[in-house]
């Protein structure tokens, strides 16, 4: 049973100005053929165990990721699919393929990645199953529900289970081959789009609670084989962008129509729960004087860079200088611009910068202040877990700087934010600050601090805000709570 794995995997915001080349390719990790087997990749590792388990023999293709951004440029992607399908060509006796994909990213030309990429390759291997793995904040279309046999999406968020996905797709693929399922799939979207904020897998909130009824239907039926359950990433601009359920059962079309469509109805009568008020900077950082924390963990969701942000706002830093505490404060943000005002100069210099929104002038102003250079980083480091876990992340070359007791985090590149990585790698111990500026709405509960600490969400001008209703949709309107009078519309892909 020969069975080829690879992906090409990334995630697009098209409301930011950050395009994703080769480049950042290159820098998220690019692994062809024998190299598989040195990848950390959570994905991939699943992949090749659930495939050995089932004594396949593994043809590995290609594997690409990047860090989060705006589009991709066309030149990229023709670039590693043409690696990609090359390899697969090589093996024309295949008798399946799983990709490893995120389900939202975008081509320059507008066109989503995924579906267009799965097109292709159905037109090429019309006879073998296909199967995906994606994140649960996958953009899903008609065009890829019917270019593959099954998609499989993450079930945590914060994402913790890409190797126990990876190893479910190979280990159903392989049953599917060898004759012993049918997989039917159907995927039921409803007009919901919202930020993610309030859909954490973990605790109580309503993504969570049914993630784990959807997850309880599928342990209690032999003849559902998968379910998946989507927040579509709201930081696209396409047509019919919808969350959902997607249920594959075992040759039993209508059953996994009537389930998916149950969960989609359930996504409805929960929508508000997923709305969350949202403070600007200066309400939040206005709002601490009189509360007793050791940590202030100041969340600036609206430039993220796992959502494709930049990640060079600084609404949240001109607040906290603006604060001017006796209390340190620690920050991140990328400005290649400030980097060369920096590079060739010493420690302990002081310089006069000007930082942030320099990429992208359309969220703020930058700074412009006199700042003494602390430390600097060639910026290299390993993630200690979630997509990219035990890979090395670059966030290029960086300087820590100060000004009073506002410390200053300045990256030439935006890196996926996981657990405090990019403050680790400068040596810098966050239970020493009073203020932590952060960027992730999810992953800020990776952070290990010791005391009493309070979590703020800030929600500022920038490409990945909480609030969705503000960006400039062209291509989907008629969803919840763009117009909060909407009904439910329920859209079944088969
Ligand atoms: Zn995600």
Known sequence: MKIAIGGIFTESNQFSLNPITVNEFKRGGIFRGSEFYEASVPSIRGCIEGLNEENAEII??????????????????????????????????????????????????????????????????????????????????????RSCDAILAWNTYPHRDMFDIGKKAAKLLSRTIRGEINPKMVFSGVNVITSAINASTDGPGPFAKLMAEQLKAEADQDDILSTSLFLCQPYLDQPNMMSGSLVISNNDLHKAQRLSYEFAE?????????????????????????????????????????????????????????????????????????????RDKNIGAIVKLKIGHQADTKWGNPIEDNFEI??????????????????????????????????????????YEWAGEQYHAMNLDLNNYKYILVKNPMNYKNLKLTGRTKYHRIDESGPTPIDVEKLPFTKSKEFFPKNLEEKMMIRQYL
């Open 60 to 145: 590995p293709l290609l594997y690409a990721s990047a860090s989060p951004g705006g589009k991709i440029s066309l030149d990229t992607f023709e670039e590693l699919y043409s690696d990609l399908m090359a390899r697969l060509r090589q093996n024309m006796n295949l008798e399946g393929l799983i990709l490893n994909m995120h389900g939202a990213a975008v081509l320059e030309n507008g066109s989503h990645l995924d579906s267009a990429m799965l097109e292709r390759i159905r037109e090429e291997l019309c006879k073998i199953p296909i199967f995906i793995t994606v994140d649960l904040h996958a953009y899903i279309t008609e065009n890829l529900v």
């Open 374 to 415: 602390i430390d600097k980083s060639a910026g290299l480091f390993t993630y200690q877990g979630g997509i990219w876990g035990g890979e090395t992340g670059d966030m290029g070359l960086s300087y820590l700087v100060k000004k009073s007791e506002n410390y200053i985090l300045i990256n030439s590149k935006p890196t």
């Open 266 to 342: 359930k996504y409805w009568n929960k929508r508000v729960e997923f709305l969350s008020e949202t403070k600007s900077a200066i309400q939040v950082l206005d709002s601490l004087k009189s509360e007793e924390y050791d940590h202030h963990v100041l969340v600036e969701a609206s430039d993220c860079c796992g959502g494709g942000a930049i990640g060079d706002s600084v609404h949240t830093i001109r607040q906290l200088m603006r604060l001017n505490s006796d209390q340190k404060s620690l920050s991140i943000v990328v400005d290649p611009k400030a980097i060369n005002q920096l």
